[in-house]
T-cell receptor, first 113, second 114 residues
Framework: AQSVTQLDSHVSVSEGTPVLLRCNYS??????LFWYVQHPNKGLQLLLK??????LVKGINGFEAEFKKSETSFHLTKPSAHMSDAAEYFC???????????FGSGTKLNVKP | GAGVSQSPSNKVTEKGKDVELRCDPI?????LYWYRQRLGQGLEFLIY????????KSGLPSDRFSAERTGESVSTLTIQRTQQEDSAVYLC????????????FGPGTRLTVL
């Protein structure tokens, strides 16, 4: 079965410190994985995607994620948090034919001044 | 248009009434998706359209839910005899082609069933 688990429902960091949002997946096929961000009262926006190319993926706003097959993980990181990063982040797994997308339950990132 | 649009942005209805939610995808996007997002939860897949056909309806929660799409444009999601548990934000997304991997999301319709 296909599923995504986001290990933390809330993460709080101080501005300027690193961000780590954790995501594990379960998939019976070679996965395609995404991270989306949802700012308050705004639509979902794609941050980055992994579709079986390089395992370290760089996205917008300084975010990146590393695909680790051995750990079935796709954690999202950023070296230095900014206040504008405060939002909810969703890890997403695509079905093999991209007909369906499985969303994690989301991680709310709080950035303290 | 520039992005995916949805209407209405907010809908309050009484239990038992029918509602219709509309999605206008980005022009030229052949794939269209509907999701439901309950308060404090992730997105729940409802249905996928490829053109005006729906090869995957597995996410529709009950027979009170239906959706249709006209050509490769507007889609409507209809909920009949609404229940309080239908209260959620309903999101629509489109992508460029079958198997297109990047979805562009609309702002959603917030449905409240009293």
């Amino acid at each position: 079965a296909q599923s995504v688990t986001q290990l933390d429902s809330h993460v709080s960091v101080s501005e300027g410190t690193p961000v780590l949002l954790r995501c594990n997946y379960s998939s019976s096929y070679s996965p395609s994985l995404f991270w989306y961000v949802q700012h308050p009262n705004k639509g979902l926006q794609l941050l980055l995607k992994y579709t079986s190319a390089a395992t370290l993926v760089k996205g917008i706003n300084g975010f990146e994620a590393e695909f680790k097959k051995s750990e079935t993980s796709f954690h999202l990181t950023k070296p230095s948090a900014h206040m504008s990063d405060a939002a909810e982040y969703f890890c997403v797994l695509a079905s093999y034919n991209f007909n369906k997308f499985y969303f994690g339950s989301g991680t709310k990132l709080n950035v303290k001044p | 248009g520039a992005g995916v649009s949805q209407s209405p942005s907010n809908k309050v209805t009484e239990k038992g009434k029918d509602v219709e939610l509309r999605c206008d995808p980005i022009s030229g996007h052949t794939a269209l998706y509907w999701y439901r997002q309950r308060l404090g939860q992730g997105l729940e897949f409802l249905i996928y359209f490829q053109g005006n056909s729906a090869p995957d309806k597995s996410g529709l929660p009950s027979d009170r839910f239906s959706a249709e799409r006209t050509g490769e444009s507007v889609s409507t999601l209809t909920i009949q005899r609404t229940q309080q548990e239908d209260s959620a934000v309903y999101l629509c997304a489109s992508s460029t082609r079958p198997g297109g991997d990047t979805q562009y999301f609309g702002p959603g319709t917030r449905l409240t069933v009293l």
